[in-house]
């Protein structure tokens, strides 16, 4: 069955320093997602990219992050300069329409520190 | 908010019975989701119901949505050691295709 893939699985990086977080959604979608969890906490949603463009951002998506579809499979959630606070896992997603609804289907996350 | 609110927040069961969750939610949705999170890891999709359905089935899983109280149920049935894990619900808000809202989740246990 096909599954979204992200990379890599675990991330530690100093504090400014830029990250790049790596997605592959499933082939066939159009919708690809970023959410991110603070240990012990919800899920919240960040972005999300239709048609190579944001569709909608959050409020947690400031200047300091950006996505790319740099080519026809990989998709990536970049952090300029890493805070403290950004320690979390990020989740990739992607979706279909599939019976009338878009159903997200979600790869294993990137567990990211920031030390 | 629209986000979906589980309760209880902690479920501690013994194995063999059934765990019962809910989730509450404010806005208007295309369907609802409920998901598992084993400690740590990624999230694991387990049924979607949409907005005209009232119940659906998958094994152990039973699902139901009353749009009226805007509020659903996840049943586990006879529940195993690894069902532990936490359970979240995500709704879909309706004609928003770009995102889904989770809530903060429900723990549950399941004592050997």
């Known amino acids: 069955e096909p599954e979204v893939t992200q990379t890599p699985s675990h991330q530690v990086t100093q504090m400014g320093q830029e990250v790049i977080l790596r997605c592959v959604p499933i082939s066939n979608h159009l919708y690809f997602y970023w959410y991110r969890q603070i240990l012990g906490q919800k899920v919240e949603f960040l972005v999300s990219?239709?048609?190579?463009?944001?569709?909608?951002k959050s409020e947690i998506f400031d200047d300091q992050f950006s996505v790319e579809r740099p080519d026809g499979s990989n998709f990536t959630l970049k952090i300029r300069s890493t805070k403290l606070e950004d320690s979390a896992m990020y989740f990739c997603?992607?979706?279909?329409?599939?019976?009338?609804?878009?159903?997200?289907?979600f790869g294993p996350g990137t567990r990211l520190t920031v030390t | 908010s629209q986000q979906g609110e589980e309760d209880p927040q902690a479920l501690s069961i013994q194995e063999g019975e059934n765990a019962t969750m809910n989730c509450s939610y404010k806005t208007s949705i295309n369907n609802l989701q409920w998901y598992r999170q084993n400690s740590g890891r990624g999230l694991v999709h387990l049924i979607l119901?949409?907005?005209?359905?009232r119940e659906k089935h998958s094994g152990r899983l039973r699902v139901t949505l009353d749009t009226s109280k805007k509020s659903s149920s996840l049943l586990i049935t006879a529940s195993r050691a690894a069902d532990t894990a936490s359970y979240f619900c995500?709704?879909?808000?309706?004609?928003?295709?770009?995102?889904?809202?989770f809530g903060k989740g429900t723990r549950l246990h399941i004592l050997p």
């Open positions: 995500a709704i879909q808000p309706m004609n928003r295709d770009d995102k889904i809202i």
């Open positions: 119901i949409r907005s005209n359905e």
């Open positions: 990219f239709y048609n190579n463009e944001i569709s909608e």
């Open positions: 997603a992607s979706s279909e329409f599939k019976g009338g609804a878009y159903e997200q289907y």
